[in-house]
């Protein structure tokens, strides 16, 4: 007999922010820029108790295996960090940016997004802007129509990077899933 999931949260801003965990490089280190953006429902109302994990390649395009995330020692770049967006739906990482971890590939950051009402986690890909070629070669975005593409790929502002995530409704945030996996 199958039985129904039970949905995700409200319990993240409780259990799992830990400090400077949106913190992948000290805020003002050489190179660093900030990620930033608002997590939205299907009324484009903010989602004050979401979090988001963040994954990414280091700027050489190598995949990061340093330990350490959880306790934040100021100058180890682990490619990882976990934000929880605040009253207004935002949240911030300050990181690096993320090289190609291929030649010719466009680079990204992976996030992972939890939030109340969800049965699952959600996992989407923000893309850095201003390599037209790489973004227009990439498999993922070449895959999907040309209106959807735009919910994946950042936009520089005057404070780093901006990516917002739609949950549903006009403009939703390309979600991708991984069959098999749990």
């Not at 007999?1 to 949905?7: A, I, K, V």
């Not at 395009?61 to 739906?89: E, I, N, Q």
């Not at 997004?113 to 227009?136: E, H, I, K, Q, S």
Request: aromatic share 10%; hydrophobic share 40%.
């Amino acid at each position: 007999m199958t039985t129904p999931g039970q949905t995700v949260g409200p319990f993240f801003h409780y259990a799992l922010p830990y400090p400077r965990g949106a913190e992948l490089v000290p805020p003002g280190s050489p190179g660093a820029i900030r990620l930033h953006g608002h997590v939205v429902d299907g009324n484009g109302d903010p989602v004050p108790d979401a979090l988001l994990e963040l994954w990414q390649a280091d700027p050489d395009g190598r995949v990061v295996r340093a330990g350490g995330s959880l306790r934040r020692d100021g100058w180890t770049f682990t490619g990882w960090g976990r934000a929880a967006t605040d009253a207004a739906g935002h949240y911030s990482f300050a990181t690096l940016p993320p090289g190609p971890t291929e030649p010719g590939r466009a680079p990204f950051f992976a996030l992972t997004v939890f939030a109340r009402g969800l049965t699952d986690r959600l996992c989407t890909r923000a893309y850095l802007p201003g390599d037209p070629a790489a973004l227009a070669a990439d498999p993922l975005l070449s895959g999907l129509p040309a209106e959807r593409r735009a919910t994946l790929i950042a936009t520089p502002d005057d404070r780093g990077l901006v990516f917002d995530v739609r949950l549903q409704g006009a403009r939703e945030t390309v979600f991708l899933s991984f069959p098999g996996r749990r």
